[in-house]
């Protein structure tokens, strides 16, 4: 997704969380760069377990015509994954709904092959010390294309996070991961930069920026290191 929002208020989104994407007609962004626009939205396993919360989200979604298929809703992989019995209904309606559900730092958790066989996800997102270590360490490049492997087996849509160099990029192209999260594409950035940056960037990439897929919005621009990693060979 191309907006990240980090948190529910009491269950319930956060107007704000979207309104700079979607008016009460959906169609503000749109108009302006042609481009529909996903959002990704974090909620935790207490909002999986509330009977109440599949049709919260729902609501508000429908009372701001924005379409269900474009949110997702995050989960981070150790908590759902110790929690998958109590988490299944309200994750399977959500999916009845429409909703995106992803899993969320794969791979710093204990999923199991069996769990993962039966959640109704629809994404995995790689955790980023996968894609750092890759790039000197054989074995870390052997679970990442294995975990990106395992997506395209489940027909998962694969996102690998934490993307901060160009060779970083190549690797994970030449493993099959097509999707990509992290500095090299946008840093976090207030609301008000996001519009001009989405023209710039958009209009000056090939096939209206395939390759920028994800970047976080938030006040905050954490500073990441510059270093550059080798390459594994």
């Known amino acids: 997704s191309l907006v990240s929002c980090s948190f529910l208020l009491s269950g319930v989104l956060r107007p704000t969380c979207v309104q700079f994407v979607y008016s009460s007609d959906g169609s503000d962004v749109h108009k302006e760069t042609g481009f529909h626009l996903p959002v990704s939205v974090n909620i935790s396993t207490d909002n999986l377990q509330d009977a109440d919360f599949p049709d919260r989200v729902a609501g508000f979604a429908e009372r701001r015509g924005i379409l269900p298929t474009s949110i997702t809703l995050e989960i981070r992989e150790p908590k759902v994954m110790e929690?998958?019995?109590?988490?299944?209904?309200?994750?399977?309606?959500?999916?009845?709904?429409?909703?995106?559900?992803?899993?969320?730092?794969?791979?710093?958790?204990?999923?199991?092959?069996?769990?993962?066989?039966?959640?109704?996800?629809?994404?995995?997102?790689?955790?980023?010390?996968?894609?750092?270590?890759?790039?000197?360490?054989?074995?870390?490049?052997?679970?990442?294309?294995?975990?990106?492997?395992?997506?395209?087996?489940?027909?998962?849509?694969?996102v690998a996070e934490g993307?901060?160099?160009?060779?970083?990029?190549?690797?994970?192209?030449?493993?099959?991961?097509?999707?990509?999260?992290?500095?090299?594409?946008?840093?976090?950035?207030?609301?008000?930069?996001?519009?001009?940056?989405?023209?710039?960037?958009?209009?000056?990439?090939?096939?209206g920026g395939g390759a920028l897929k994800s970047f976080s919005f938030k006040n905050i621009t954490p500073l990441p290191s510059k270093s550059r990693t080798k390459r594994y060979h």
Request: aromatic fraction near 8%; hydrophobic fraction near 35%; charge should be negative.
């Open 83 to 158: 929690q998958a019995r109590e988490c299944l209904e309200g994750m399977s309606r959500l999916r009845l709904k429409g909703f995106g559900l992803s899993i969320d730092n794969f791979g710093t958790g204990h999923a199991s092959l069996k769990q993962l066989q039966y959640l109704p996800l629809t994404e995995l997102k790689i955790d980023r010390s996968y894609i750092a270590a890759a790039m000197y360490h054989k074995p870390s490049r052997t679970v990442l294309e294995t975990g990106i492997q395992l997506a395209q087996n489940l027909s998962l849509n694969c």
């Open 163 to 207: 993307i901060e160099t160009p060779d970083q990029a190549e690797l994970l192209s030449s493993l099959g991961c097509a999707q990509h999260q992290g500095f090299l594409y946008g840093r976090p950035m207030p609301r008000e930069e996001v519009l001009p940056w989405m023209l710039d960037h958009f209009h000056n990439t090939e096939n």
